[in-house]
């Protein structure tokens, strides 16, 4: 599985922001998909998940009411809707994929439950 996000940037205080996560060789629908963010000098923390149709999301509660983690399976691609965006919201972030499919879905939250990891793309935002 490839993974490629795109869609960061530089933005101010209050703006908006829209990721994309494009996957392929593996049936998107099969993958639960994860964005994660990792600031300088901390860790790789989640920020969202989203079920292999899509019914189901878990959010990071720092990004609740902000954030809004989609996906479009016919054309095999994650978003995240970034809203409100903070300066503690600076990051490079990344989107991941669990390959677990066909039980009872879950939301994975650490990062060592993926199996696959795009590049990251670099969020700034400016107070």
């Known amino acids: 599985v490839q993974l490629q996000a795109s869609g960061g940037g530089m933005v101010q205080t209050g703006g908006s922001l829209r990721l994309s996560c494009a996957a392929s060789?593996?049936?998107?629908?099969?993958?639960?998909m994860g964005w994660f963010r990792q600031a300088p000098g901390k860790e790789r923390e989640f920020v969202a998940v989203?079920?292999?149709?899509?019914?189901?999301?878990y959010l990071v509660d720092s990004v609740k009411g902000r954030f809004t983690i989609s996906r479009d399976n016919a054309k095999d691609t994650v978003y995240l809707q970034m809203d409100s965006l903070k300066p503690e919201d600076t990051a490079v972030y990344y989107c991941?994929?669990?390959?677990?499919?066909?039980?009872?879905?879950?939301?994975?939250?650490?990062?060592?439950?993926?199996?696959?990891w795009g590049q990251g793309t670099q969020v700034t935002v400016s107070s």
């Open positions: 991941a994929a669990d390959s677990r499919y066909g039980s009872g879905w879950y939301p994975a939250i650490t990062a060592h439950e993926y199996d696959y």
């Open positions: 060789g593996r049936t998107f629908s099969t993958l639960s």
């Open positions: 989203i079920s292999w149709s899509g019914t189901n999301t």
